[in-house]
């Protein structure tokens, strides 16, 4: 890559990371549209794989805030969806149901603005981590469903527990990927790229928390859940 296509490449993910990092979500819809357009190859394996770093952070930091009760749920429902979606990527086109999900998606955040706060128990817990699972593995953007289950919570709770759940949650992805070989050695030094930049945003993301802290957290995550819809969407239809 030349020396502009570098720069952009740190700042979209220094970006990326600093939404990661105060919202425990937001990597790939901020950093996977321009990455995609500087070099294909960034998405999905060196995303998830910062998205993986990015949560391993975030779960440190916020440690004293994460709820493991019932999270297992949602880790077997992740195990479920990325075998499901690394099978598809092998033998069907993944662009139907990437447009079925993405769809779902804006359905649920329509509905979240019409309705209570979100009952968090085992039956949600395990969709959720299915659609995260499908998601994450054929697009690398699998954060909202768990987004949108746990946006009532308080922002501490809410970037603490979902880090723990994506931690586990995109290794296991990156792991559906390499069964099929879907990872390569590219994969991996583009990861090394964006490794710095990722955690010099981080960093900075302790600044905007103290902002998102005060009631936005909730609102950030519906934005970020739809743009994420969006771009799934939009993506699969220009793959037509």
Do not use: C
Not at 53 to 80: A, D, N, Q
Not at 213 to 228: E, F, M, N, P, V
């Amino acid at each position: 890559m030349e020396t502009a296509d570098l720069i952009i490449v740190f700042l979209i993910v220094m970006l990326g990371a600093l939404v990661q990092g105060s919202t425990s979500m937001g990597f790939a819809i901020t950093a996977a549209p321009i990455l995609m357009i500087v070099n294909p190859e960034f998405v999905p394996v060196p995303t998830l794989m910062i998205g993986f770093i990015l949560s391993v952070y975030l779960m440190i930091r916020e440690r004293k805030s994460i709820i493991l009760t019932g999270l297992s749920y949602s880790v077997v429902g992740r195990i479920i969806g990325s075998i499901i979606a690394a099978y598809i990527i092998v033998l069907i086109s993944q662009s139907y149901f990437s447009l079925v999900f993405g769809g779902l998606i804006i359905l649920a955040v329509v509905l979240s603005l019409f309705r209570g706060q979100w009952e968090i128990n085992k039956s949600k817990l395990f969709a959720a981590g299915l659609m995260s699972g499908i998601m994450g593995t054929l697009a690398s953007i699998g954060s909202p469903p768990m987004g949108l289950l746990y946006q009532h919570q308080k922002a501490q709770v809410i970037r603490g527990t979902l880090s723990a759940y994506f931690t586990l949650g995109t290794l296991i992805s990156i792991l559906s990927l390499s069964f099929v070989g879907k990872v390569s050695k590219v994969d991996f030094n583009l990861f090394l790229w964006m490794l710095p930049a990722s955690t010099v945003g981080f960093w900075f993301s302790k600044y905007l928390n103290k902002y998102l802290d005060k009631g936005y957290t909730r609102w950030t995550i519906l934005a970020i859940s739809a743009l994420s819809a969006l771009f799934v969407i939009a993506k699969t239809l220009y793959s037509f």
